[in-house]
C-alpha cells in the first residue's frame, strides 16, 4: 500500500517510511478513543476495534498498565524493581518474566550503544532532583558528584540466573528509558492479539506506535514537539506499524545559575548532559527500542549520534542547539523517509 502525504503547509516535513499494510477497517468505521493515567504520565488508545466492548478493552489496558507499574517503578515501595534495588550485595532476587525480559531488552541497547543507554542510574537521576527523593536547592556538593562517577558495579555486571537477577554490589535499576516504549508495545500487542485490531494507535507519556491505516485509508499522522523557541518548520510522521519517541533537555530540567540541567544523564559523568543535544527523534518498529535509542543518542551528542545512526539503520532526526537557534539533522534512513510532496 503506498500512503500518501497530505495537503501542508510549505512548512511541514513529512516522514513516510515503507510499509506494507495488509488490512484497513471498512470507511464508516468507527474509532473508538480511551485514555488515562498511568506512570504519572497520560495514555490515549485510538483503534477501530475488531471485538469485545469499550468497557473489555478498557479494562484489560488498565491491567497491562497497572502491572507494568507495579514491576517496573522505580518509586513504588512495593515493586519488583524497588525489591531488586533493595537486596543485598550479589544476592540472587526471583523476579517475574516480564520484568527479565525488560532489564534483557535494556542490556541489549546498551550493549549496542556501548553505554550510552545506561539503566542502572538510579543514583544519579535521585541525586540531581528527578527522582522521587527530595533534594535542596541548588546542586549537590562536589564530593556527592564525585562519587557518582566511581560506580563499584554497572550494567555489565547484571546477570540473569534462575528466574531472576543477581544483585551487583551498589547498582540500583531505573527503566523509565525503556518503560514507557514497552508499554506501548504491549498494549498495541493486546489490542491486536486479543480485542482483533488492525488499525491503532497508542501513545504513553509522549511515545507512539500505530498499527495498519485509518478507515479513510490514511496511516496515523503524529506531529513531532518541537524544541521551545525553535523556529524551524514542523515534522509530521506518518505511523503505519512504526513507533516513535522523543527524548528532549526541555521536558524535564531545572534551572541553577542561568544553567539548565536536564533529567538525561551522562553515565560517564553521572551528571545531567552538557553536550548542546536538544532532541532526538527515533523511529522503529518496536517503541521499546526506539524510546531507549532516543535516550542513547542524546548521550552520544552530534557526530557520534549520526555516525551510530548511520552504522545501524536508525531512522532519527537529532536536534542540536547552537548559538541562537536550533539545527535538526536527518540519519540516512530518516532522510530516505523524507518526502518533498
Not at 2 to 26: C, M, S
Not at 95 to 124: H, I, N, R, S, Y
Not at 248 to 271: E, M, N, Q
Amino acid at each position: 500500500m503506498t500512503l500518501a502525504a497530505p495537503e501542508l503547509p510549505e512548512d511541514v516535513r513529512v516522514f513516510i517510511p515503507p510499509v506494507d499494510v495488509p488490512q484497513k477497517p471498512p470507511v464508516d468505521a468507527h474509532i473508538t478513543t480511551l485514555s488515562g493515567q498511568a506512570f504519572a504520565t497520560s495514555w490515549q488508545v485510538k483503534a477501530v476495534l475488531g471485538r469485545g466492548d469499550v468497557a473489555e478493552v478498557r479494562a484489560r489496558i488498565e491491567a497491562c498498565l497497572s502491572e507494568i507499574d507495579i514491576q517496573m517503578s522505580p518509586y513504588r515501595p512495593s515493586s519488583d524493581l524497588c525489591r531488586f534495588n533493595g537486596a543485598g550485595p550479589w544476592q540472587h532476587v526471583t523476579l517475574p518474566p516480564m520484568l527479565l525480559d525488560v532489564v534483557a531488552k535494556a542490556v541489549e541497547v546498551a550493549q549496542l550503544t556501548e553505554g550510552a543507554f545506561d539503566p542502572c542510574l538510579l543514583e544519579a537521576v535521585e541525586t540531581w532532583g528527578f527522582g522521587s527523593r527530595a533534594v535542596d536547592t541548588g546542586l549537590p556538593p562536589e564530593p556527592v558528584r564525585d562519587g557518582l562517577k566511581a560506580r563499584p558495579s554497572d550494567w555489565r555486571d547484571l546477570v540473569v540466573q534462575d528466574g531472576g537477577l543477581i544483585h551487583p554490589e551498589g547498582l540500583r535499576l531505573d527503566l523509565n528509558a525503556i518503560a514507557k516504549g514497552y508499554a506501548v508495545d504491549c498494549v498495541m500487542d493486546i489490542l491486536r492479539d486479543e480485542f482483533g485490531v488492525v488499525s491503532a494507535l497508542v501513545e504513553v507519556g509522549g511515545e507512539l506506535k500505530g498499527i495498519g491505516a485509518r478507515p479513510d485509508s490514511q496511516p496515523w499522522w503524529v506531529e513531532v514537539d518541537q524544541v521551545p523557541g525553535a523556529s524551524g518548520g514542523r515534522n509530521l510522521i506518518a505511523l503505519c506499524d512504526h513507533a516513535v519517541a522523543v527524548s528532549g533537555d526541555w521536558r524535564r530540567y531545572f534551572v541553577h545559575d542561568d544553567k539548565s540541567y536536564a533529567h538525561t544523564i551522562d553515565p560517564l559523568t553521572g551528571c545531567p548532559l552538557d553536550n548542546r543535544m536538544a532532541g532526538a527523534v527515533v523511529m522503529d518498529k518496536d517503541c521499546w527500542r526506539a524510546d531507549a535509542l532516543a535516550t542513547a543518542l542524546m548521550v552520544m551528542g552530534t557526530d557520534r549520534a549520526m555516525a551510530f545512526c548511520a552504522q545501524h539503520g536508525v531512522a532519527a532526526l537529532i536536534m542540536v542547539r547552537e548559538v541562537k537557534h536550533i539545527i535538526e539533522r536527518l540519519s540516512p534512513r530518516m532522510a530516505a523517509y523524507g518526502t518533498d510532496e
